[in-house]
């Protein structure tokens, strides 16, 4: 086995997370610190044109292109579960889109955890420190961090309409998203810089690269921890063909992700004793939480065909049209090359006991079947809306031993009443809404999931074909209180049971949040960075 050296820290991962983490951890000269990415430095030029995820995601490049288990709930299909492959993540592939959540979200993990650092208003500083407003610095953003955040660069009737429409049934318009309150509609605000995707590697690695006491490696795929008794002494993994060793002097970091993280704890012999032992691997800490709790987004696609309006089903149809988007980016960095997958986005609670909303729409001026597929060949936009606090829960197991298999990924998505009924309920909001008077010059007709579906048990079955994910898995290795004995972390992002090791990404998650979790996952590794800088000082 390859020795390949030893570190203060290592970093497992490099992706939202991992980024934050490297650049925090090596800021300190007097310590060293190994990154391990299991992906490439990509710098492919469609994970830099925002448009591009139509060419990353569930391209093996850059998405390592798992597939859900059959979910029952999605009347037995298996769907794609992109997550991002190279440094930077998800975030070299995602939608872009710049949200917190709601404060509910945050007073609830402090909660569960019994640590008020967690509250909204102990983390906004947080995401104001990394943030780097558009708009400049306020009480609720910030200038000058790593994380930029800027308008779109295009525009559309259609959604415009849809916006004017969202009001006429009740929901009224906002500016911000990101106060603690997200109640409304209006235009996403999206992690770009000038036109082109802003990810981790671009605003937290790449400017620290040079530092001499940080070393990327990237093509390394960690296999498990190295645990001794009960500390954790490094890792092994496989690189340039060949088994590696890597060794920590004070903590190894876990920043795989709510899928990774949890994978790599099991092959380590962390995790649910009888899955170890099934799949043959000695059990070094029973721990059956891990890889259970797995939270996501499932969107419901609604689609309408319209008339007498252009959407981009059209555009890519014409040759004039696509000349001219790619003459618009080329020069101004903006049109529909710059935009990211959803443009409009709303925030609504599904019933009237409903606190704070509970429902996230997406709404884009395209529509096709399923990802991957051609966009259609008529005029149509899709209104995808998602139940942003599901009570389902699934899991995340590895197959085997081998750290190449992809891992059983089951959300056991609508798996409760509450969640089928909020699909339903979702449905109906959006129905709502398509019969305003701005939508009507349009002439909206329903394609999906069709006017025949009616009674909340075919709703609820229609939203079984027509549900997808949206991407944001958490919640695999959550933390807990003092007195929660089967979460995996405690509120410091310590795993429970061994020493040396931490995890700092989405799995730790114990609620998932009200709205995208790429902004919250940054947020979570500047406050891990600054819990490690610290145990180190005391």
Avoid at 108 to 136: I, K, S
Wanted: hydrophobic share 35%; glycine share 10%; proline share 6%.
């Amino acid at each position: 086995m390859h020795d390949r050296g030893e570190y203060d820290y290592i970093i497992v991962g490099g992706g939202a997370a991992g980024c934050v983490l490297a650049n925090r951890l090596s800021a300190d000269p007097d310590v060293s610190v190994l990154l391990l990415e299991a992906g490439n430095d990509e710098r492919w030029i469609w994970t830099r044109i925002p448009v591009g995820y139509l060419y990353c995601i569930n391209n093996p490049r850059t998405d390592w292109c798992y597939r859900t288990e059959p979910e029952p709930g999605l009347n037995d299909r298996s769907i794609v579960y992109a997550r991002g492959k190279g440094l930077g993540g998800s975030t070299l592939i995602n939608a872009m889109l710049s949200l917190r959540g709601q404060a509910r979200d945050y007073d609830e993990w402090a909660r569960m955890t019994g640590d008020p650092q967690w509250r909204w208003e102990n983390v906004l500083p947080l995401f104001r420190g990394v943030e780097d407003y558009w708009n400049g610095p306020s009480e609720m953003h910030g200038a000058g961090g790593e994380w930029r955040v800027e308008q779109q660069r295009l525009s559309w009737t259609i959604l415009d309409r849809f916006a004017d429409a969202a009001t006429e049934a009740g929901i009224p318009k906002t500016g911000d998203f990101n106060t603690g309150d997200n109640t409304g509609v209006s235009r996403f605000e999206v992690n770009q810089r000038h036109g082109t995707r802003w990810s981790s590697m671009r605003g937290f690695l790449d400017p620290i690269r040079h530092r001499s006491n940080l070393t990327v490696i990237t093509g390394a795929l960690t296999d498990r921890l190295r645990i001794e008794g009960r500390s954790v002494t490094g890792v092994e993994f496989r690189a340039d063909g060949e088994r590696c060793i890597a060794r920590s002097r004070i903590e190894t970091v876990l920043a795989a992700g709510a899928i990774g993280s949890p994978a790599i704890l099991q092959r380590s012999g962390v995790g649910d004793q009888a899955l170890l032992q099934d799949r043959g691997i000695p059990v070094a800490l029973h721990a059956p939480d891990v890889g259970a709790n797995l939270q996501d987004h499932l969107q419901l696609r609604c689609i309408y065909r319209v008339q007498g309006v252009t959407t981009l089903n059209q555009q890519m149809r014409s040759l004039p049209a696509k000349a001219k988007m790619a003459l618009d980016y080329a020069l101004f960095r903006r049109g529909p090359l710059s935009m990211a997958p959803s443009q409009l986005g709303l925030f609504a609670r599904s019933a009237d006991d409903v606190e704070t909303p509970d429902l996230e729409y997406h709404v884009q001026p395209l529509s096709l079947d399923k990802f991957g597929d051609p966009l259609h060949p008529f005029p149509a936009f899709t209104a995808s809306v998602a139940d942003v606090r599901p009570e389902s829960r699934g899991s995340v197991t590895i197959a085997d031993r081998d750290p190449a298999s992809a891992p059983r990924i089951a959300p056991c998505y609508l798996s409760t009443d509450g969640d089928r009924r909020r699909a339903a309920r979702a449905i109906r909001l959006t129905r709502r809404i398509i019969e305003q008077p701005s939508l009507a010059p349009y002439h909206p007709q329903e394609y999906l999931p069709g006017p025949d579906c009616q009674s909340d048990e075919e709703l609820a079955h229609a939203a079984g074909d027509i549900g997808t994910t949206i991407f944001h898995p958490v919640g695999t290795c959550r933390m807990g209180a003092d007195d929660d004995p089967d979460a995996v972390t405690d509120s410091q992002l310590r795993v429970r049971g061994l020493d040396g090791v931490r995890l700092v990404d989405a799995s730790i998650m114990p609620t998932i949040t009200s709205g995208n979790t790429c902004t919250p996952t940054i947020m979570i590794a500047e406050r891990g960075a600054a819990l490690i800088r610290q145990s180190r000082a005391n």
